[in-house]
């Protein structure tokens, strides 16, 4: 843990650091995210809400592996069921059984049969986007072959070829082609951008709602056959709060509205909580904020903190019965691994044993008051919002408030990963995400775990970065 008392260790060493960077740049796929950034730091060890570079530099990390790391780097109750798992049957072929999938799955399905009324079963993968592509299956053999899905503005679903194509942004999709359909995509209640001036939340997402409706009214719109009463489109692909889209929160009556039309038009739901499932919003799965029963649940990230790549989805019985969906249906060698499901089921215990909700939302509001004095200090900011600690600060041009400045955050997070901010006299850097639309939204998904202190603390380096950009001109 970062104490502010203690000497930042130099443990450096230049010559092997630019010997890495050398092999780096000639062997490493640029086709990942890594090289956003010019020269993003190697980072050698991490604990609670802080990663450390190669001279010891704390780095206060607001983004938490894109809340892949909800419970905090180097939880020691997760680590340990890791450990003893290694130990026990780390290896197993996903044709057999072992009980940490079955608990596991049993545990997800039972709070969903609870709080849904719904019972339904669990599948599993190994990351978001093979969860997706399952439950493309699920939804496809569902609704007989079916292949149109509705999507939103602004969402993110993976970048594999099924769910790039329910993914709005065509630069996953430009150089490969289009393997199905690609979804219809469909606006987003993004208050701050898309409200007529003096139309309330509420109102706006209403509107949102009798937009997409308009769409069943006659055949001629291009979905709906009155005739038969029947849909092209077999689902609808949901972020309850939209991730790489910059953290919007829609209006709290909005999915309720949506879902009725869904309903009465009989169009699926998937709620997409890869990034904002397992509490991040307060929630054990953000949809739950909004009062509608989604038909499927798609989750990943941190499940297992981080620790092991391990996704699934749960689906209505009806969608993924035995009689329905069958063995061999859908297949991947590491699905159910038995560290990963063994993981877990050691954090769905700990969500359970630990009141999250209301930790959740007082560390949030906390937070959320900090970026609201940010903003009454920095006229860059044209908008702050938050939902438990899934957090969001919209950069604009200092002129409006309101003109996307895409370029500012880009110089926030270049100073960020530098290292170089101040915090007691020693040198301290803040990893930040930037997501949006326009890419000028400051994404915040600090650890759950993070204390009153380091919530401070962030606010006090944000406050640094965001009067150093503004002095640079």
């Known amino acids: 843990m970062y104490d502010a008392d203690l000497p930042n260790p130099v443990i450096a060493d230049a010559a092997e ?20 950034v010019d020269r993003p730091p190697i980072f050698t060890d991490c604990d609670g809400s802080y990663m450390f570079d190669r001279e010891g530099v704390p780095y206060l990390d607001l983004q938490m592996w894109y809340s892949a790391v909800n419970f905090g780097y180097k939880n020691k109750r997760l680590n340990d069921s890791v450990k003893r798992q290694l130990d026990q049957l780390p290896q197993v072929a996903s044709q057999y059984l072992h009980k940490e999938k079955i608990e596991l799955a049993a545990m997800i399905a039972q709070d969903a049969e609870k709080k849904f009324g719904q019972k339904g079963r669990v599948h599993f993968n190994v990351g978001g986007a093979q969860a997706v592509e399952d439950s493309l299956k699920i939804v496809r053999n569902f609704k007989g072959g079916k292949s149109l899905m ?17 993914t709005s942004s065509y630069r996953y999709r430009r150089r490969y082609g289009h393997f199905g359909e690609r979804a219809q995509f469909i606006e987003f209640p993004y208050w ?7 139309q309330t939340k509420e109102e706006y997402g209403e509107e949102c709602v009798k937009k997409f409706a ?12 009155p005739k038969v009463g029947e849909a092209e489109y077999a689902a609808f692909y949901v972020e309850p709060l939209q991730g790489t889209g910059g953290y919007v929160i829609p209006p709290m009556n909005f999915f309720k509205g949506l879902k009725k039309v869904l309903d009465d038009h009989g169009v699926l ?52 019965s035995p009689s329905i969906f069958p063995a061999g249906s859908t297949h991947s060698t590491f699905n159910a691994n038995p560290i990963g499901t063994a993981v877990g089921l050691e954090a769905m215990r700990f969500m359970h044993e630990t009141d999250y909700e209301a930790h959740v939302m007082s560390r949030g509001a906390k937070f959320l008051q900090g970026i609201q004095w940010l903003k009454s200090r920095h006229k860059v900011i044209g908008d702050v919002d938050g939902l438990g600690l899934a957090l969001r600060i919209e950069v604009c041009q200092a002129s409006d408030s309101f003109t996307p400045n895409k370029a500012f955050v880009d110089k926030m997070v270049d100073i960020g990963l530098a290292g170089d901010l101040e915090h007691a006299g020693k040198k301290i850097g803040l990893v930040l995400d930037i997501g949006g639309y326009y890419k000028n939204v400051i994404t915040l998904a600090p650890s759950l775990e993070i204390s009153e202190a380091e919530i401070d603390l962030a606010i006090e380096l944000l406050d640094q ?7 640079m001109g």
């Open 150 to 166: 509705f999507a939103f503005e602004g969402g993110y679903h993976g970048r594999t070829l099924g769910a790039s194509a329910i």
């Open 17 to 36: 650091e630019e010997r890495l960077r050398a092999l780096e740049a000639e062997y490493c796929s640029f086709g990942d995210t890594v090289h956003y």
């Open 465 to 471: 970065l965001f009067t150093r950009v503004e002095k």
């Open 192 to 198: 701050f951008r898309g409200a007529k001036p003096g």
């Open 269 to 320: 739901m998937v709620s997409d909580e890869i990034q904002m499932g397992f509490f991040r919003t307060g929630k054990l799965w953000s949809i739950e904020h909004f009062g509608v029963t989604p038909d499927v649940v798609v989750f990943g990230k941190a499940l297992t903190n981080g620790l092991n790549p391990l996704s699934g989805l749960w689906a209505r019985e009806e969608l993924i």
């Open 214 to 225: 308009r769409l069943f009214e006659t055949e001629y719109m291009g979905v709906w056959d």
